[in-house]
């Protein structure tokens, strides 16, 4: 089973990243998890921009990666209580190639609640506008607000977390095999 990491910042030392990359070392036997890393390439949408046939390159790369998983894995920061905008715009392009529709996705988070939930609040409110089918009974959370990259990967590598981010895979895969 292929899933698909989407990570909400663009910041070279991102939290988010380093979370969805230490997800991907704790996935089920026979899943794979990958991390999309293009999303400082995709180009601002509009409706016009839209029209063009075919899309940009990075946009193409998005819905190529997004249609050939079998989930998505959401770790998105927030930014002024809501949804980053880099992060935003890539989801607009997929809003009209419906790639988003019906697919399985959760979140995972870099911060700990009550930090990040408006954003959660916010992903809610668009991924259910696109269609996606959420899974929201296994969101784990990992306390790395602020860290920088050695000690987050110090708090990553600690069984507690790892245990976290197994089990919510878990969780994750299991309501996608149900279906
Ligand atoms: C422009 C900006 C706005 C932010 N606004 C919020 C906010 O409204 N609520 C919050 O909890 N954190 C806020 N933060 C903190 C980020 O969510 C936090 O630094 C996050 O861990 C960064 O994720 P990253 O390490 O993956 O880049 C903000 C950070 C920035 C840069």
């Not at 959760?106 to 992903?123: I, K, M």
């Not at 990259?149 to 981010?165: D, G, K, N």
Request: aromatic share 4%.
């Amino acid at each position: 089973m292929k899933l698909l990491g989407l990570c909400g910042s663009l910041r070279a030392a991102s939290t988010n990243h380093a979370l969805l990359q230490a997800a991907a070392r704790e996935v089920p036997a026979g899943v794979q998890l990958q991390v999309f890393e293009g999303l400082g390439a995709i180009p601002l949408f509009s409706p016009d921009a839209d029209e063009a046939v075919p899309a940009p390159a990075p946009v193409a790369a998005l819905r190529r990666a997004v249609a050939e998983a079998e989930g998505l894995v959401i770790a998105c920061p927030e930014y002024a209580h809501g949804i980053p905008g880099a992060f935003k715009n890539a989801l607009d392009w997929i809003v009209g190639s419906n790639e988003m529709t019906d697919k399985p996705t959760t979140f995972l988070a870099a911060s700990v609640p009550p930090r990040g939930l408006l954003v959660r609040e916010a992903l809610i409110e668009v991924l259910g506008a696109m269609s996606a089918r959420l899974v929201l009974d296994c969101c784990g959370a990992v306390p790395l607000m602020g860290k920088r990259p050695e000690e987050a990967a110090r708090i990553l590598a600690e069984a507690v977390h790892r245990q976290t981010l197994r089990a919510s895979l878990e969780a994750f895969v299991g309501a996608i095999r149900v279906r």
